[in-house]
Protein backbone atom coordinates (compact mmCIF):
# COMPACT_ATOMS: atom_id res chain seq x y z
CA UNK A 1 0.00 0.00 0.00
CA UNK A 2 2.92 2.43 0.64
CA UNK A 3 3.93 1.75 -3.08
CA UNK A 4 0.36 2.93 -3.79
CA UNK A 5 0.49 5.91 -1.98
CA UNK A 6 3.85 6.95 -3.32
CA UNK A 7 2.57 6.77 -6.76
CA UNK A 8 -0.55 8.75 -5.67
CA UNK A 9 1.77 11.36 -4.48
CA UNK A 10 4.01 11.80 -7.87
CA UNK A 11 0.81 11.96 -10.03
CA UNK A 12 -0.99 14.34 -7.73
CA UNK A 13 2.12 16.61 -7.71
CA UNK A 14 2.12 16.54 -11.75
CA UNK A 15 -1.72 17.08 -11.53
CA UNK A 16 -3.24 20.69 -12.11
CA UNK A 17 -6.44 19.26 -10.04
CA UNK A 18 -4.56 19.07 -6.68
CA UNK A 19 -3.62 22.70 -7.43
CA UNK A 20 -6.95 23.88 -8.64
CA UNK A 21 -8.81 22.55 -5.43
CA UNK A 22 -6.12 23.93 -3.36
CA UNK A 23 -6.27 27.19 -5.25
CA UNK A 24 -10.10 27.53 -4.73
CA UNK A 25 -10.29 26.70 -0.98
CA UNK A 26 -7.31 29.20 -0.64
CA UNK A 27 -8.88 32.22 -2.59
CA UNK A 28 -12.46 31.70 -0.96
CA UNK A 29 -11.62 32.84 2.53
CA UNK A 30 -9.64 36.03 1.00
CA UNK A 31 -12.69 36.15 -1.02
CA UNK A 32 -15.16 36.46 1.57
CA UNK A 33 -13.28 38.64 4.09
CA UNK A 34 -13.06 41.50 1.33
CA UNK A 35 -16.93 40.79 0.61
CA UNK A 36 -17.50 41.23 4.47
CA UNK A 37 -15.76 44.23 4.80
CA UNK A 38 -17.81 45.98 1.85
CA UNK A 39 -20.79 44.86 3.51
CA UNK A 40 -20.10 46.62 6.95
CA UNK A 41 -18.91 49.53 5.08
CA UNK A 42 -22.28 50.26 4.19
CA UNK A 43 -23.79 49.18 7.11
CA UNK A 44 -24.49 45.57 7.43
CA UNK A 45 -24.04 44.14 11.23
CA UNK A 46 -22.52 41.23 11.31
CA UNK A 47 -24.35 38.48 13.35
CA UNK A 48 -22.51 35.29 14.22
CA UNK A 49 -25.21 33.25 14.39
CA UNK A 50 -26.21 34.15 10.37
CA UNK A 51 -22.67 34.75 9.34
CA UNK A 52 -21.12 31.96 11.22
CA UNK A 53 -17.27 33.93 10.99
CA UNK A 54 -17.64 37.68 12.05
CA UNK A 55 -13.74 37.85 13.51
CA UNK A 56 -10.25 35.92 13.93
CA UNK A 57 -11.79 33.95 16.66
CA UNK A 58 -14.62 32.56 14.72
CA UNK A 59 -12.54 31.70 12.14
CA UNK A 60 -12.24 28.30 13.33
CA UNK A 61 -15.94 27.95 11.74
CA UNK A 62 -14.41 28.69 8.45
CA UNK A 63 -15.57 24.74 6.85
CA UNK A 64 -19.01 25.19 8.68
CA UNK A 65 -19.42 28.85 6.34
CA UNK A 66 -18.56 27.26 3.42
CA UNK A 67 -19.40 23.65 3.71
CA UNK A 68 -21.28 23.10 0.76
CA UNK A 69 -18.28 24.62 -0.83
CA UNK A 70 -15.72 22.15 0.31
CA UNK A 71 -17.94 19.28 -0.06
CA UNK A 72 -18.69 20.37 -4.04
CA UNK A 73 -14.83 20.96 -4.98
CA UNK A 74 -14.21 17.63 -3.22
CA UNK A 75 -16.69 15.89 -4.85
CA UNK A 76 -15.53 16.88 -8.07
CA UNK A 77 -11.78 16.35 -7.16
CA UNK A 78 -12.15 12.53 -6.31
CA UNK A 79 -14.79 11.72 -9.29
CA UNK A 80 -12.44 12.82 -11.48
CA UNK A 81 -8.98 11.38 -9.62
CA UNK A 82 -10.88 8.15 -9.54
CA UNK A 83 -13.10 7.96 -13.14
CA UNK A 84 -9.80 8.33 -15.11
CA UNK A 85 -8.13 5.32 -13.62
CA UNK A 86 -11.44 3.57 -15.09
CA UNK A 87 -11.76 5.44 -18.25
CA UNK A 88 -7.77 5.67 -19.32
CA UNK A 89 -7.57 2.31 -18.18
CA UNK A 90 -5.02 2.79 -15.43
CA UNK A 91 -6.76 0.66 -13.10
CA UNK A 92 -5.47 -2.37 -15.36
CA UNK A 93 -1.99 -1.68 -14.87
CA UNK A 94 -2.34 -1.59 -10.94
CA UNK A 95 -3.90 -4.70 -10.24
CA UNK A 96 -1.86 -6.54 -13.26
CA UNK A 97 1.24 -5.98 -10.74
CA UNK A 98 -0.91 -8.19 -8.08
CA UNK A 99 -1.87 -5.09 -5.64
CA UNK A 100 -5.16 -5.43 -4.19
CA UNK A 101 -8.30 -3.94 -4.60
CA UNK A 102 -9.21 -3.23 -1.42
CA UNK A 103 -5.44 -1.61 -0.77
CA UNK A 104 -6.15 0.67 -4.20
CA UNK A 105 -9.73 1.37 -2.93
CA UNK A 106 -7.85 2.25 0.62
CA UNK A 107 -5.36 4.29 -0.87
CA UNK A 108 -7.84 6.60 -2.81
CA UNK A 109 -9.51 7.53 0.52
CA UNK A 110 -6.37 7.94 2.40
CA UNK A 111 -5.40 10.49 -0.56
CA UNK A 112 -9.01 12.23 -0.85
CA UNK A 113 -8.87 12.33 3.13
CA UNK A 114 -5.73 13.98 2.97
CA UNK A 115 -6.43 16.49 0.35
CA UNK A 116 -9.42 17.84 2.46
CA UNK A 117 -7.18 17.73 5.64
CA UNK A 118 -4.41 19.92 3.40
CA UNK A 119 -7.07 22.08 1.98
CA UNK A 120 -9.16 23.03 4.88
CA UNK A 121 -6.44 23.71 7.13
CA UNK A 122 -5.39 26.45 4.24
CA UNK A 123 -8.67 27.71 4.36
CA UNK A 124 -9.20 27.54 7.84
CA UNK A 125 -5.85 29.46 8.60
CA UNK A 126 -6.42 31.85 6.10
CA UNK A 127 -10.02 32.81 6.67
CA UNK A 128 -8.51 33.37 11.12
CA UNK A 129 -5.57 35.49 9.64
CA UNK A 130 -7.76 37.27 7.25
CA UNK A 131 -10.75 38.00 9.60
CA UNK A 132 -8.44 38.96 12.51
CA UNK A 133 -6.50 41.32 10.33
CA UNK A 134 -9.51 43.32 9.39
CA UNK A 135 -12.05 43.01 12.51
CA UNK A 136 -9.37 41.78 14.77
CA UNK A 137 -9.55 38.35 16.23
CA UNK A 138 -12.56 39.36 19.13
CA UNK A 139 -13.83 35.94 20.54
CA UNK A 140 -16.46 33.20 20.85
CA UNK A 141 -19.49 34.23 23.09
CA UNK A 142 -19.83 31.87 25.63
CA UNK A 143 -16.63 30.50 25.12
CA UNK A 144 -14.66 30.37 28.15
CA UNK A 145 -11.57 28.21 27.08
CA UNK A 146 -10.66 28.98 23.08
CA UNK A 147 -8.11 26.88 22.25
CA UNK A 148 -9.71 23.75 23.53
CA UNK A 149 -13.02 24.78 21.62
CA UNK A 150 -10.90 25.27 18.48
CA UNK A 151 -9.66 22.39 18.29
CA UNK A 152 -13.03 20.32 19.16
CA UNK A 153 -14.62 22.56 16.67
CA UNK A 154 -12.05 21.92 13.69
CA UNK A 155 -11.55 18.08 14.16
CA UNK A 156 -15.48 17.68 14.24
CA UNK A 157 -16.15 19.53 11.15
CA UNK A 158 -12.82 17.99 9.35
CA UNK A 159 -14.86 14.80 10.29
CA UNK A 160 -18.35 15.37 8.93
CA UNK A 161 -16.36 16.61 5.90
CA UNK A 162 -14.50 13.49 5.57
CA UNK A 163 -17.66 11.49 6.00
CA UNK A 164 -18.76 12.64 2.50
CA UNK A 165 -15.68 12.13 1.34
CA UNK A 166 -15.55 8.49 1.84
CA UNK A 167 -19.18 8.30 -0.17
CA UNK A 168 -17.95 9.98 -2.73
CA UNK A 169 -14.88 7.90 -2.78
CA UNK A 170 -17.78 4.48 -3.23
CA UNK A 171 -19.75 6.22 -5.68
CA UNK A 172 -17.29 6.93 -7.71
CA UNK A 173 -15.67 3.42 -7.67
CA UNK A 174 -19.81 1.97 -7.95
CA UNK A 175 -19.84 4.19 -11.34
CA UNK A 176 -16.65 4.13 -12.64
CA UNK A 177 -16.75 7.45 -15.01
CA UNK A 178 -15.83 10.74 -13.46
CA UNK A 179 -19.17 12.49 -15.35
CA UNK A 180 -21.69 9.95 -13.96
CA UNK A 181 -20.26 10.03 -10.62
CA UNK A 182 -19.91 13.90 -10.19
CA UNK A 183 -23.66 13.89 -11.40
CA UNK A 184 -24.31 11.17 -8.49
CA UNK A 185 -22.35 12.91 -6.17
CA UNK A 186 -24.06 16.49 -6.46
CA UNK A 187 -27.48 14.73 -5.93
CA UNK A 188 -26.56 12.98 -3.06
CA UNK A 189 -24.77 16.42 -1.08
CA UNK A 190 -28.37 18.11 -2.34
CA UNK A 191 -30.86 15.46 -1.50
CA UNK A 192 -29.10 14.87 2.26
CA UNK A 193 -27.79 18.35 2.79
CA UNK A 194 -31.28 20.51 1.47
CA UNK A 195 -33.43 17.66 1.58
CA UNK A 196 -33.16 17.12 5.40
CA UNK A 197 -34.32 20.57 5.94
CA UNK A 198 -37.52 19.90 4.62
CA UNK A 199 -38.20 16.66 7.00
CA UNK A 200 -36.50 19.04 9.88
CA UNK A 201 -39.99 20.36 10.16
CA UNK A 202 -41.65 17.07 10.61
CA UNK A 203 -41.95 15.81 14.51
CA UNK A 204 -41.28 12.10 13.52
CA UNK A 205 -38.61 12.61 10.98
CA UNK A 206 -36.35 15.16 12.61
CA UNK A 207 -34.11 13.09 14.37
CA UNK A 208 -33.74 10.81 11.35
CA UNK A 209 -32.15 13.36 9.29
CA UNK A 210 -29.38 13.30 11.80
CA UNK A 211 -28.35 10.06 10.32
CA UNK A 212 -26.81 11.87 7.84
CA UNK A 213 -23.77 14.43 8.26
CA UNK A 214 -24.84 16.95 5.76
CA UNK A 215 -27.47 17.91 8.45
CA UNK A 216 -25.27 18.36 11.55
CA UNK A 217 -23.31 20.31 8.93
CA UNK A 218 -25.74 22.57 7.26
CA UNK A 219 -28.07 23.05 9.99
CA UNK A 220 -26.06 23.44 13.55
CA UNK A 221 -24.25 26.42 15.13
CA UNK A 222 -20.83 24.96 15.98
CA UNK A 223 -20.53 28.01 18.16
CA UNK A 224 -23.45 27.64 20.61
CA UNK A 225 -23.37 25.41 23.62
CA UNK A 226 -26.36 23.31 23.01
CA UNK A 227 -24.68 22.08 18.99
CA UNK A 228 -21.43 21.85 21.06
CA UNK A 229 -22.58 19.21 23.36
CA UNK A 230 -23.68 17.33 20.26
CA UNK A 231 -19.57 17.52 18.94
CA UNK A 232 -19.33 13.66 20.09
CA UNK A 233 -22.11 12.66 18.50
CA UNK A 234 -21.46 14.49 15.32
CA UNK A 235 -17.76 12.30 15.25
CA UNK A 236 -19.74 8.87 15.59
CA UNK A 237 -22.02 9.03 12.85
CA UNK A 238 -18.95 10.36 10.44
CA UNK A 239 -17.23 7.47 11.70
CA UNK A 240 -19.99 5.28 11.17
CA UNK A 241 -20.82 6.46 7.82
CA UNK A 242 -17.07 6.40 6.88
CA UNK A 243 -16.61 2.40 7.72
CA UNK A 244 -20.19 1.42 6.52
CA UNK A 245 -19.56 3.30 3.12
CA UNK A 246 -15.96 2.19 3.02
CA UNK A 247 -17.12 -1.87 3.32
CA UNK A 248 -19.94 -1.35 0.30
CA UNK A 249 -17.16 0.33 -1.77
CA UNK A 250 -14.51 -2.14 -1.17
CA UNK A 251 -17.30 -5.00 -1.49
CA UNK A 252 -18.89 -3.90 -4.47
CA UNK A 253 -15.52 -2.56 -5.89
CA UNK A 254 -14.19 -6.68 -5.74
CA UNK A 255 -16.76 -8.07 -7.57
CA UNK A 256 -17.06 -5.37 -10.29
CA UNK A 257 -15.59 -6.57 -13.74
CA UNK A 258 -13.12 -3.72 -14.96
CA UNK A 259 -12.78 -3.64 -18.51
Do not use: C
Not at 9 to 21: D, F, G, M
Not at 225 to 250: F, N, Q, R
Amino acid sequence: MLNLLTAEKIKLARSKKLWIVLGILSLLPIFQVVNTKISVHYGTKLNQTIDTVINGATGILMMEKNGLTVLLVMSAFISFIIGEEFQKGTIRNVLSLGRSRTHFYLTKLVVAAWITLVGVILMTAIGIIGYSAVFGIGEVVEINNYLWFAIKAFITLYFLILANVSIYVMISFLTKNSAVSLIWSFLYTIATGFGAGIFQQTEHFKQVTYWFTESFLFYSDFAKPVDIAKYPEMILVSLITIVISSIIGILLFKRTDIK
